[in-house]
């Protein structure tokens, strides 16, 4: 199983996740010509998962509607998306109610964002039992989620970098409010691992990092010395593998 990076951080969010014979796509912010070559063979894509309605995760929908992708998304997303005609084709998807996509199992859990109904998922690849999370576009995590083998989790700012760039320019203190209600800082994040139960975690992949407060080396670091578990950060064009281990 690997990731391949599409595009993450402030403009633009989509992950290719290939397992055996099928991909199945988190989120959708690309769209166009661009999305059209972002994946080798779409007769391998068996769905999308779209976190919530801003167009950094869902601008490329329509496109991926009209070459008859599965796209699931909550019921508040598809509001908030539906003055698009075409978008009544959407496939209505709620918290804590699990759905089959091609070979992948898919839990989704409600997030923290300023949007009407986001959502995370926990997808499962039934032929190897592995696990992983995705969330993103949240400022904190509201459950604990066990035995996960994989985590491709947000890590957009941290606190001291962004409150130095205020200082620097009082003019851009709304951003402040805006993050820390909306995306997932450093602090929080580490603090969400904490919680949580990594004994069978290979890799965190850290995504959607801010162009202007994160440092990327700096998170990487801190995330491997709490946890002590292989750690990256998304990057453009990247594949990330996600070794393949029967748990």
């Known amino acids: 199983m690997n990731l391949h990076v599409i595009s993450t951080g402030s403009k633009a969010n989509l992950y290719a996740l290939h397992a055996g014979n099928e991909t199945l796509l988190l989120d959708a912010g690309v769209s166009g010509r661009r999305l059209i070559n972002s994946v080798e063979d779409w007769n391998k894509v068996c769905g999308c998962l779209v976190t919530h309605e801003h167009q950094d ?11 008859g992708v599965p796209v699931y998304a909550s019921q508040g997303t598809i509001d908030a998306l539906s003055a698009d005609a075409d978008l009544t084709r959407l496939n209505r998807c709620e918290a804590r109610s699990t759905f089959s996509v091609g070979q992948f199992t898919v839990l989704p859990f409600d997030c923290k964002h300023d949007a009407p109904e986001p959502l995370g998922f926990v ?29 491709i989790v947000e890590c957009n700012y941290i606190e001291d970098i962004m409150n130095q760039r205020i200082k620097d320019d009082p003019a851009s203190a709304f951003i402040r409010k805006r993050l820390m209600t909306s995306h997932m800082s450093l602090r929080r994040l580490l603090d969400a691992l904490k919680a949580n139960d990594l004994s069978k975690t290979r890799k965190i992949v850290l995504v959607h990092l ?18 002590g578990i292989e750690t990256v950060s998304a990057i453009n064009g990247s594949v990330i593998e996600l070794e393949m281990a029967t748990f």
Do not use: K
């Open 57 to 67: 995760h869902a601008r490329g929908i329509p496109d991926l509607l009209r070459m």
């Open 123 to 151: 997808v499962r690849y039934e032929p190897t039992g592995e696990t992983l999370l995705y969330a993103t576009d949240t400022y904190y995590l509201p459950h604990r989620f066990p035995w996960m083998n994989y985590w």
């Open 210 to 227: 801010s162009d202007g407060n994160s440092d990327e080396r700096q998170m990487i670091a801190s995330v491997r010395a709490q946890t």
